[in-house]
């Protein structure tokens, strides 16, 4: 029997890039505010999670992952239902008569049960429209770099040249190969701030069987592994576009069972400088002192970084600290 999680939480993450590119726009830069300051989007650091949970935890399925058919093409919502649900031996089209039965399914996935779902999916004449709200939810990343009071992101490009030639369509070949160009974010250390309700899935898990392992919604075990993906997962990457980026810190706030508490946003309680050869220095006053005023309905405080490559300032008060790679207490 699964256990259900069932604390609320409050955190947030600081994944940093040199020379990276962590989450380019369609035109292969950096994401940038209109007044000029990176950011990175929710979906990108719900991507590594998703990721890192596949390959790590491959025997409970991740909905949200593109996956190709025999012809080299992404499949269908649907179709990727039907494949995750495959040993079931029914399918989307069988299965989209019985929506509480689709329901289930969904909720037996680890992604779905985290991040929730949009289900709006197709296929022939058969068709399912299942909203999910789920527990996890992400802000936006800000680059929360600084030096001295003023915000930093500096972004570079630089040309690339590929072995080969383009096939111009003419009969003359080219005299010279393919040149291409890339950005990549000089330093950047993005804070995201997250929470995790798992009451958001309890309307849902209410109308399952009470003996269904899907009716226990957010598990423990589920709680544990986006810890863990929340420490490394973002690390875990090897692309050569997001070479240089990785976890750096990661604060997890576990509220009383009782508290009705309700935290603001973490991303501006938080900067990171450099100190020129230095450490990373990330500055966690404000956050400090928010803590201290609500510490009452406080249960516990983890906070995970590489002392190796980071220095504290100002750290919440009674924080367990932890080392980011490994969990082990410091």
């Known amino acids: 029997m699964s256990v259900s999680f069932t604390a609320r939480v409050y955190g947030c993450a600081v994944i940093k890039a040199i020379n990276s590119n962590f989450n380019a ?12 300051r990176v950011y990175a989007t ?17 025997q409970d399925g991740i909905l949200y992952f593109k996956r190709i058919n025999d012809n080299m093409n992404p499949l269908t919502l649907a179709d990727t239902y039907s494949y995750l649900t495959k040993a079931e031996g029914k399918g989307f089209e069988a299965d989209s008569t019985d929506k509480k039965l689709v329901l289930r399914n969904l909720l037996g996935m680890q992604d779905v049960r985290l991040f929730g779902s949009t289900f709006a999916a197709k296929k022939g004449k058969f068709t399912v429209n299942l909203s999910i709200h789920g527990p996890v939810q992400f802000t936006h990343g800000l680059n929360q770099f600084f030096v001295g009071e003023q915000p930093t992101g500096d972004i570079y490009s630089e040309q690339i040249s590929a072995p080969f030639s383009t096939d111009s369509g003419e009969e003359k070949e080219a005299a010279q190969s393919t040149l291409g160009r890339q950005s990549k974010l000089r330093e950047g250390h993005y804070v995201y701030h997250f929470s995790v309700n798992p009451k958001n899935l309890a309307d849902l898990t209410s109308v399952l069987a009470t003996d269904s392992a899907e009716a226990a919604g957010l598990t423990q075990q589920d709680a544990d592994r986006l810890k863990e993906a929340l420490r490394v997962g973002v690390t875990y990457l090897d692309s050569a576009s997001k070479a240089g980026s990785e976890n750096e810190l990661l604060l997890w706030v576990r509220l009383k069972d009782e508290s009705k508490l309700v935290l603001p946003s973490f991303v501006e309680m938080v900067r990171v400088s450099r100190p020129i050869g230095g450490k990373a220095r990330v500055d966690m006053g404000p956050m400090r002192d928010l803590l201290a005023h609500v510490a009452s309905e406080v249960a516990a405080i983890e906070l995970y970084y590489l002392p190796e490559q980071t220095e504290l300032v100002d750290a919440p008060e009674g924080a367990q600290h932890g080392h980011l790679l490994t969990g082990n207490q410091l």
């Open 25 to 36: 726009d369609f035109a292969h830069q950096p994401r940038t505010l209109p007044d000029g």
């Open 42 to 58: 929710d979906k990108a650091l719900k991507h590594t999670v998703r990721r890192y949970l596949k390959n790590t935890y491959p």
